[in-house]
């Protein structure tokens, strides 16, 4: 039997391994020197002033909202096109989970929708670089400008990213912030993991303490400066506990070291993918915009399933049956029970992001698939047409 080619998967080499190996035999399992080192590299080569790693990507977008401190009953908005995470952190704070519809050739959000749906309460946007293309963050910084609104970017798909001004996706040139995942799918791994990014030194030090249940020591910050001794001290909110390992900051550094080259190999892979899949008249091969650089988290294709005669779970099954995994990337957010049950939310609320989701089906990709996987995924999307 030939291996099963999954959807997504991480690249995990001897030096990542040596690496973590390295912290499991030092005095710091966590809280140790790797964290910031991890937090420094990343805030270097994403070109931002701070980063604050986290537990995961969920914790990050958690924390992001929270140290906005919106009132309570404001609403945030997002695309139905992305995993539940990035609407579920505006509920976490008290907001109320708003979305504007997809543009139909990126499936990002469309600056044009969230016009439409910003109102007096709308405190913070929060775009996803849907499969590691960009949304159009100048047209909605600008709407965000206007309008007084904070910018999240979910940038969990995108890290390697650039815009369509040269910069890295993270650098928080449109944005307050941006949040990456570090989960095994996504492009560099720290088993569980997450960061945000931001250029706003208030941001960050709200993020140091949330991350660590509100809790500070530092005697500069200290409320009641006279309360205590060397053992004081203080917590000042309601934080968490969303520290990230210091075995896993490790592995984080080894792999942001290896982020170009797997960036390099996804779009190699993605290439070769366009080059056949690009031309069937039953297919649509991802778009990417002019002048943007993505650093491809998904190819995702649509299909028009009516043409060849064959449902969603056949086309499943049968790519199944070869070996090859493909996935859903997503059902709309709105359209799940609980959105539906607790926000009054149904279909034909967005359109465009339901059509999407009727056709849509994420094939394998990762770095480490060798040009002879590749050959076999397009082989068995080719045979779907027979
Ligand atoms: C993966 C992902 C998240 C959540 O990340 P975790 O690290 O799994 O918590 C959030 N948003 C998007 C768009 C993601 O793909």
Known sequence: MEQFIGYGKQWIDDDDIAAVQEVLKSDFLTQGPRIGEFE???????????????SSGTAALHLAVLALSLSKGKQ???????????????????????????????????????EKHIAAGTGVLIPVH????????????EIAQKKGIFIIEDASHALGSRYDNGKNVGSCCYSDMAVFSFHPVKTITTGEGGAVT???????????????????????????????GPWYYEMQELGYNYRITDIQAALGLSQLKKLDEFVRRRREIIAMYNQ???????????????????????????????????????VMQELKAKGIGTQVHYIPVHLQPYYR??????????????????????????????????????????????
């Open 40 to 54: 420094q590299a990343l805030a270097h080569y994403l070109g931002a002033r701070y980063a604050v790693v986290v």
């Open 76 to 114: 945030g908005i997002t695309t139905p096109i992305t995993f539940a995470a990035s609407s579920n952190c505006l509920i976490y704070n008290g907001l109320k989970p708003g979305f504007a519809d997809i543009d139909e050739n990126t499936y990002c959000i469309d600056p044009v929708e969230i």
């Open 130 to 141: 849907f499969a590691g293309q960009p949304a159009r963050m100048r047209e909605i910084y």
């Open 198 to 228: 931001t250029n706003d030194k208030q941001l960050y030090e709200r993020l140091l303490l949330l991350r660590n249940h509100g809790i500070t020591k530092d005697p500069g910050k200290l409320k009641l400066p006279d309360a205590g």
């Open 276 to 314: 056949t899949l690009a031309n069937i008249p039953w297919l649509t091969a991802p778009y990417e915009r002019p002048g943007v650089f993505s650093a491809f988290h998904l190819y995702v294709i649509k299909i028009d399933f009516k043409q060849i005669d064959k449902t969603r779970t056949r």
């Open 341 to 386: 049950e607790n926000w009054g939310y149904k279909p034909g609320d967005f359109p465009r992001a339901e059509q999407y989701y009727h056709q849509c089906l994420s094939i394998p990709l990762y770095p480490k698939m060798t040009d002879e996987d590749v050959h076999r995924v397009i082989d068995a999307i080719l045979d779907l047409g027979h």
